[in-house]
């Protein structure tokens, strides 16, 4: 997902100046106004899409970062904004702390599975702490940009037409990367997955007396897993891996997945989630 792409240059602002939250969504729908592409849609539209979203819970998530998005009708394409304040702004965040990053996001209202892919791809971007030093470094519009610029250029893929599937299945050790992975796929635009509990074969033995005294024969956090099943193209499975590997480093010297793909020769339905 190319962010550069729908960043609005216009609308990127080093100066952020509002203090409390309904001043800063005020200020963010100044700046979304001055771009091109949002010129026929009127401001007090864009600041109750946004007021309406914050109602349905903060999007200030944690960290000194929030991205505030909305649904649009009119809108016939995405723009995003981005804002940086110093002093940072009391945006409700949810652990309490002052919100320094705004990653702003408007989409047309009839293109949710794009909106989700866009806010899973600034999630990820903005995990990067060498990206978010380089955006509170910023004192200029063009410094933004730029920092913008060279991040996304180093995530940018190009894919190849998809022709052959494989059934990816991932079995994940450690539970805690599960949100992680499901937004990797997000990013990657594979639109649906199945999660199942899987138990491994130390949690089967270590219930069996004879042998409950080798809790660890396998590894004690081998005994309890999440499997991921999806439908991928071929030309996804590589891109999928290095992710994981972000995420989890090298699987095979740490363990904490196991990753199989398997050609498949007939699928009817889908696992698609919309």
Known sequence: ??????LCKESCFA????????????????????????????????YTALKEREKLGSTGLGGGIAI????????????????????????????????????????PSNSPNEHLKMLSAISRMLRDEDTKN???????????????????????RKELPQEKKKL???????????????????????KGSTVIDSQGMGGILTKVPLFADFINFLGENKNYSK?????????????IIRGVEDLLGDLDKRGGASIIALDIHFVKGTMEYM
């Open 168 to 190: 990816l299945m991932i079995i994940l050790y450690e539970q805690k990367y599960l949100e992680d992975i499901m937004e990797l796929f997000l990013e990657l635009g594979v």
């Open 1 to 6: 997902m190319l962010l550069l792409e729908k």
């Open 227 to 239: 499997t991921i099943f999806a439908i991928i193209g071929e030309s996804e499975l590589h891109t």
């Open 134 to 156: 380089e955006l509170l470094a910023s004192r200029s519009s063009e410094s933004i940009y730029e920092t913008i610029a060279m991040s996304n250029g180093e995530e940018a």
């Open 15 to 46: 100066t952020f100046t509002a203090k409390k939250k309904d001043e800063a969504l005020h200020e963010i729908v100044q700046l979304l106004k001055k771009c091109p592409k949002l010129q026929e849609i009127e401001s007090h539209k864009i």
């Open 68 to 107: 505030p998005h909305a649904k649009i009708d009119g809108l016939d394409d995405f723009v995003l904004a981005l804002a940086v304040s110093q002093k940072g702004v009391q945006f409700d965040a949810i652990d309490n702390r002052k919100v320094h990053i705004f990653f702003v996001l408007l989409g």
